[in-house]
């Protein structure tokens, strides 16, 4: 079973209320989860531990914006985040996930500063990439980061970004998005050993953390208008891109 002290249960309470937030109302609130998670608990163990919330944290958010996916864009990536996933499994045993990481931050970070760049020059007007490349290539990396560091949150923001969805929609889509994608993911962290009874049983321990940060995260949402909620996902993008690069 997993053993924590007294700092140890109120950081993994934290990660799960952050969590809650993140996947319901502001995604990138969950932005120190990854690596608060691993100072409490072994790297391994993170792991399968974090996916077990992240899971959770979806079915409350799916359920709640169940409504407002936008499917098209779902389809679109989803089978080249599945390609990614399962890349992501073998390049495990190849590439650490601190030698992954820096790489991750730094193409969300060129690549918000490209999408940064094109609204300047020019503004609601500027052209989208609609290319089928754009949502392979997003797709892809978002599943090969996802699985080697349970760090897809950046991409998928690019991709819905650039797709200029509204804020209930930004939320829904990439609700379901996550469900599906952390789902396929179950059988190769079992097959790895980093998802186990044990961490199931403590993920159960964390849902009324879980449950509080889903509704935080659903008032913050009715709350912001959508200029500051894209504001608050490009800085929460970028702040998470540094944190993996340093």
């Not at 079973?1 to 609130?29: H, N, Q, R, T, Y």
């Not at 650039?162 to 994608?181: H, Q």
């Not at 509080?212 to 200029?227: E, F, Q, R, S, T």
Request: aromatic fraction near 12%.
């Amino acid at each position: 079973m997993v053993e924590l002290d007294a700092a140890g249960w109120c950081i993994a309470i934290f990660c799960a209320f952050m969590v809650g937030v993140a996947k319901s109302g502001v995604p990138g609130f969950g932005i120190m989860v990854v690596p608060l998670m691993a100072m409490v608990l072994p790297a391994k163990q993170s792991v399968g531990v974090l996916l077990g919330v992240l899971i959770i944290s979806d079915m409350f958010a799916v359920t709640y914006h169940r409504r407002h996916a936008n499917w098209g864009h779902v389809l679109r990536i989803l089978p080249a985040a599945f390609a990614g996933i399962v890349a992501g499994y073998f390049l495990m045993g190849v590439v650490s996930n601190e030698q992954f990481r820096p790489m991750i931050g730094a193409v969300v970070l060129v690549m918000l500063g490209l999408g940064y760049w094109r609204n300047v020059k020019g503004g609601l007007e500027s052209k989208i990439p609609t290319g089928w490349w754009f949502a392979v290539g997003l797709g892809f990396f978002a599943g090969v980061t996802s699985m080697m560091a349970n760090a897809a949150g950046p991409i998928s923001v690019i991709y819905f970004l650039a797709m200029r969805l509204d804020k209930m929609e930004f939320v829904g889509t990439s609700a379901w998005f996550f469900f599906i994608m952390n789902w396929i993911k179950v059988p190769f962290n079992m097959s790895l050993e980093s998802m186990t009874v044990d961490s199931i049983k403590f993920n159960l321990m964390l849902i009324p953390a879980i449950l509080i940060g889903a509704l935080v995260g659903v008032l913050i949402l009715k709350k912001l208008p959508k200029k500051a909620f894209v504001n608050i996902i490009q800085i929460l993008a970028a702040a998470s891109a540094i944190k993996l690069i340093f």
